[in-house]
């Protein structure tokens, strides 16, 4: 009985140094991730392919400092109190704002407003210089982009969204916004593009940045791959 | 002193003969059921059925569905090998098993005296010869069959279509030769060869159509090839094999076989000319 | 009077009382490396202008700094330091070092008895495991739903790198590292190993190594696995510097521990241990030392270079830069598939002598067994492209490596003869070991089965990248290897701490290590089959309930594991008393006194035949009582008594 006793702790010990380090990781990816933010219902429907859909708005924006603040100055709307653009910035380390986790409903026409502010350069596959997976028009500051996209040398960001495995049918999206071609700060003239998407099936998808904006080998190193400034998740409800 | 302790080499010679006699016969003496042959071979017979059901029927239900020549031979693979290693493993099972059954006394888990010694049994040359002999045998069989199932299925034949595969973080897109067209998703026509050109962007991925049963890694600077036969109509999964950072998890998309004319229909569909389209899928013929 | 006795009436030794030698321990050498570590980033973030905190240089030599600074405050370099000086160690300063007379502190000190760092090393390996277990419990925590949330895909790459490594790294030293040090020495009746401050050094190098590993979760962490496979690692945090600087210590410390193993029982072996008398646990060992010195070296070089592509900028895995990925491939396999083998050759050597004692028979084909185990090393050096076969590196060599990786299932098998045959017709003595060997045969089986699917090339482009293979490597280097070193571990507790282990809480921690095992694994043979990728934070819905399966086995695992942990901690301290000898075996260590004094044998042991002599006629050792040593297999030989 003693020793059962004696077992029984050691397991609780253990068990409880387990959680106490599981928290601590836990914690750390909150250093990363900010409040989600929560497509805004337009309360309006649209008929696409022929399908009557709820349509959704959400703003996204791109800066080049993730030190710095988001506010109305940097595109949010008036009166939005500042807040830092991320948790835990790093200067030089681009990121997107108002958050890296956005929740949108599956199976809705949603409408993207993203305002840019990175500066940019060559991609490394120019492919994702043309949207797919959009519905409607593109629009870069009000007018149309042609259907090759825009040049895959003057690139800024790009939003990519995959599904998460499983999920079916095959969901990608991808939008690529030109670089800021004047001195890029977090508060200077954005680049505009506007698309639409309809969401697939409920699932945790994910996005990130497909421009190679860190360093290293394929530039996706340091920025880009720490999680939550070129990326994160859509939770699809 | 020295006189009383037989030097090892010096007993092998000598007493060989006379342990050997100490052993109980394997295969002989009393009714058969108490010849430990017997208890062996009852539960190798036993540890053997299970093994071979569990290659017969867990791996064909469990494993993803099949789209590929490839994968039907991985497929088979699996099969044949369970089946063959089923008898083998199961020897090992049955002489540990049986020697714990038979030569166990009850209650010696829980004694500070040790039994007496068993047998001074140090060997017995044809057991180590037959136990090699099969080992060698089975050996040359699975290498048989691997270089037959390899060489059948890596063949090129003349009108394999050539597409090209690449890697990004984290990201497959799919180039589709001279018609141009790319895609995230993988489209396959139905009974023809595809060879695949897997190159990387950035960092070292693994291209991995699932179903198709093929594999190859994507690098960065060159490209390597795999050829898949999809033999089967259906969708199939495609995903990254090889840890590739931040978001390999969803480093995945999904493909589908399709027949040839639909195959033109979706080139078509995305913008390639029906010349470019005649020009990648007949003409490789 | 000769020059030699001038010099000895006035030798030239160290200051009185060994100056700093009497004054450094554990606590001084964490001092000293935090000091030297700040000294390094002061380096590298000043005079090397690293940008940041995080620059790779700044990580690197702060690391490189805390391990030279860790090493001297410890005082392994005192002996050098002083024949630099031309002053040598008189007999107390040596008896110094071997930790006489300083009771629990001498764990705590550079300390040259082997016995003293054979509990050294135990006591590391457990609390690695403990690292790399929690670990796994969050890997494992995370997957329990496709959707989980919980950690960042940045963490769980982290955690599923380090926990790669650091259980590696602990598996490499679980039985070389305790027994190898603890036990071996004494199996050949050598005094000590035979280069006492090499061994306490690889022990140190060893605490050395680990920080900057578990560290690199600070710096941003790891994401490219326990393979690292360049160019990913290039790109990667510097958290990669500070595990490739782990890498880099730790490989000194395998080839100081290597050459020592096998000077030992090259040059130290008792009068009449003969080559042919050896236990199979020290053929274990010196295959497995030497294959580790073959093995590390090519790892020692990838990360070497990787440090240098990453912190000085040179392109050998860079491919736009003439670098090639496959360069650090091939070195990272042809050390990872033989330390696979010198993680289970000493196992499954202390297997051997566990059967061979319970079941109280001489081993079978002892010949047999040794060849085969030199078989296995030998085919071991030559297999490691069949980790490559879906890399597309040499297609034309795919056959021929197919063959050299299914050659080795022929001197496995024999390894298996040898265990079953030795048991076979024993009277079977069922305490706690012979549990462990069960275990090991019955798993070793199914992870060597899977490893013959994955030998194939064709089923392994299936299977490449995928959970089967995890399943199949923790199948063969936990369910073989690590149940292996814990029969080792129940089987010498009484030698190392004169108890017996409680065996009553080690048969329940045994159920369920046993029952763990097999649900984690088999989950993950499912998930296998179905498709899943390793590696991956979220998955497809598809393999849920397999990935269910497999975390609850997991914990069942991890409540085992510390059970077992708690039966060791508690028999160390209330056990009941062990005599020198409880299990009646024959080998030298089982006939010195225990405690093990000083030097290990009041009189020098003779050897007349192998330690196997169970049945035999001339095992009658009463008529060579009452010698100090003398059971079994040993006489008294000349009376050369140091002690």
């Keep these: ?237 | 002193m020295s006189s009383e302790n037989i030097e090892i080499d010096e007993f092998h010679e000598g007493k060989r003969e006379e342990v050997a006699k100490q052993v109980e016969p394997f295969f002989k003496g009393g009714p058969i059921w108490k010849r430990p042959f017997f208890g062996v071979f009852i539960i190798w017979s036993f540890m053997t059925l299970i093994g071979v059901l569990i290659g017969l029927f867990v791996p064909v239900h469990v494993l993803n569905g099949s789209s590929s020549s490839q994968q039907d031979s991985v497929k088979l693979t699996i099969v044949v090998f369970t089946v063959i290693a089923a008898p083998v493993s199961a020897v090992v099972y049955g002489i540990a098993a049986y020697s714990l059954i038979k030569w166990n006394k009850r209650g010696s888990g829980k004694s500070d005296t040790p039994p007496e010694d068993g047998v001074a049994l140090r060997g017995h040359g044809p057991a180590t010869v037959i136990w090699l002999s099969i080992s060698v045998v089975l050996v040359v069989i699975l290498l048989f069959w691997g270089m037959m199932v390899l060489s059948s299925e890596q063949t090129p034949q003349g009108d394999a279509i050539r597409m090209q595969v690449v890697g990004q973080q984290w990201v497959w897109t799919f180039q589709y030769g001279s018609t141009k067209i790319t895609s995230t998703q993988l489209v396959l026509p139905v009974d023809r060869q595809v060879v695949f050109e897997v190159s990387s962007k950035d960092v070292t991925h693994g291209f991995w159509p699932v179903q198709l049963g093929v594999q190859v890694d994507a690098n960065p600077g060159f490209s390597t090839t795999i050829a898949a036969s999809p033999n089967k109509l259906g969708k199939f999964d495609v995903r990254c094999s090889q840890l590739c950072g931040l978001e390999h998890a969803y480093m995945q998309t999904t493909g589908r076989v399709v027949t040839e004319k639909q195959f033109e229909h979706w080139l078509a569909q995305k913008g390639a000319s029906p010349k470019a389209i005649k020009l990648f899928t007949t003409d490789a013929k | 009077m000769t020059s030699t006795e001038v010099y000895l009436e006035n030798t030239v030794l160290g200051p009185k009382a060994g100056g700093l030698y009497r004054h450094q321990n554990f606590g001084t050498g964490l001092i000293s490396g935090i000091v030297f570590g700040f000294i390094g980033w002061l380096i590298g973030q000043e005079l090397l202008q690293g940008s940041n905190w995080g620059s790779d240089m700044t990580v690197t030599v702060t690391c490189v700094g805390w391990v030279i600074g860790f090493l001297l405050g410890m005082g392994a370099f005192n002996a050098v330091g002083r024949w630099i000086l031309g002053r040598d160690e008189d007999h107390e300063d040596q008896l110094y070092g071997a930790g006489v007379g300083q009771g629990w502190k001498r764990y705590f000190k550079f300390c040259t008895d082997h016995k003293v760092v054979g509990i050294q090393y135990l006591v590391l390996v457990m609390t690695l495991f403990g690292a790399g277990g929690a670990m796994a419990m969050m890997i494992r925590t995370q997957l329990l739903s496709p959707h989980m949330n919980w950690l960042s895909p940045q963490s769980y790459n982290a955690l599923v790198s380090v926990h790669g490594m650091v259980m590696i790294i602990a598996t490499i030293i679980m039985v070389s590292g305790p027994f190898a040090n603890f036990i071996m020495p004494i199996m050949i009746g050598a005094k000590d190993m035979a280069f006492p401050r090499l061994n306490a050094l690889s022990f140190w190098v060893v605490v050395a190594a680990v920080p900057p590993i578990l560290g690199s979760f600070f710096v941003g962490g790891v994401d490219s696995g326990w393979t690292t496979y360049a160019p990913l690692s290039v790109q990667s945090f510097p958290g990669q510097d500070m595990f490739a600087v782990t890498i880099c210590t730790f490989v000194i410390s395998v080839t100081v521990a290597g050459i020592n193993t096998l000077v030992t029982v090259i040059t130290m072996r008792a009068k009449g241990m003969t080559m042919g008398r050896l236990p199979i646990f020290v053929w274990g060992s010196i295959i497995a030392g030497g294959l580790g010195l073959y093995a590390m070296p090519a790892f020692l070089m990838a990360q070497s270079a990787l440090i240098t592509d990453r912190v000085v900028g040179t392109s050998m895995y860079a491919p736009a830069q003439g670098g090639a990925g496959w360069l650090y491939e091939n070195c990272f396999w042809i050390m990872g598939h033989p330390e696979v083998y010198v993680i289970l050759l000493p196992a499954a050597g202390a297997l051997v002598e566990i059967a061979s004692t319970f079941a109280r028979k001489p081993v079978f084909s002892y010949k047999a067994m040794v060849g085969a185990m030199m078989a296995i090393a030998g085919l071991g050096i030559m297999v490691w492209a069949h980790h490559m076969f879906t890399t597309g590196w040499a297609p034309t060599l795919a056959n021929p490596f197919m063959l050299t990786t299914e050659l080795i299932s022929i001197p496995t098998g024999v390894l298996f003869l040898c265990l079953v045959g030795t048991i076979w017709r024993g009277n079977i003595w069922a305490r706690l070991p012979m549990y462990f060997l069960y275990l090991f045969l019955w798993n070793f089986i199914i992870g060597g089965v899977t490893g013959i699917y994955l030998s194939d090339v064709p089923a392994d482009q299936y299977f490449h990248g995928n959970m089967f293979v995890t399943a199949h490597f923790h199948f063969t280097l936990l369910g073989g290897a690590m149940v292996g070193a814990a029969g080792a571990v129940c089987y010498w507790f009484p030698k190392v701490s004169g108890r017996m282990l409680n065996e009553r809480v080690g048969k329940w921690a045994f159920w369920l290590i046993a029952i763990g095992i097999q649900v984690t694994y088999y989950g993950q043979f499912l998930e296998g089959f179905q498709g899943m990728p390793r590696r991956v934070v979220n998955y497809n819905p598809l393999f849920q309930p397999a990935n269910i399966m497999s975390s609850v086995g997991a914990y069942t695992l991890m409540t085992g594991w510390l059970i077992l942990l708690y039966a060791i901690v508690h028999s160390w301290r209330n056990g009941v008393k062990a005599g020198p000898n409880p299990w009646h075996a024959k080998s030298l260590e089982w006939q010195t006194e225990t405690p093990v004094p000083l030097e290990n044998f009041l009189v020098d042991p003779v050897v007349t035949r192998d330690p196997y002599g169970y049945g035999e006629e001339a095992t009658d050792t009463s008529q060579l009582t009452p010698e100090p040593v003398g059971a079994g297999s040993v006489s008294l030989g000349n009376e050369e008594g140091v002690l």
């Design chain 1, 1 to 237: 009985m003693k020793r059962a006793i004696g077992a029984l702790v050691t397991v609780l010990i253990g068990a409880a140094i387990f959680v106490a380090i599981g928290i601590g990781f836990h914690a750390q990816k909150y250093q990363s991730v900010a409040p989600t933010t929560k497509a805004v219902d337009t309360g309006t429907t649209q008929m696409v392919n022929g399908k009557s859909l709820k349509v959704y708005t959400l703003n996204l924006y791109s800066y080049p400092d993730s030190t710095g603040t988001f506010d109305a100055s940097t595109g949010a709307p008036a009166g939005t109190k500042p807040v830092a653009i991320h948790k835990n910035g790093n200067p030089g380390w681009p990121a997107y704002g108002p958050s890296n986790v956005f929740q949108i409903p599956a199976h809705a026409l949603v409408k993207v407003h993203w305002e840019q502010r990175d500066s940019g350069g060559s991609l490394n596959n120019s492919w994702f210089a043309k949207p797919t997976g959009t519905v409607g028009p593109v629009t870069l500051n009000g007018k149309e982009i042609p259907a090759s996209g825009i040049d895959p040398s003057q690139v800024g960001h790009t939003f990519t969204v995959r599904a998460e495995p499983g999920v079916d049918p095959h969901f990608f999206l991808n939008v690529a916004a030109p670089l800021n071609p004047g001195n890029p700060t977090d508060t200077s003239t954005p680049q505009v593009m506007e698309f639409s998407f309809v969401s697939g099936n409920k699932g945790l998808y994910e996005w990130n940045c497909e421009f190679p904006c860190g360093n290293g080998i394929g530039g996706f190193g340091a920025v880009m791959s720490a999680y939550g400034f070129m990326s994160g998740y859509i939770h699809v409800v």
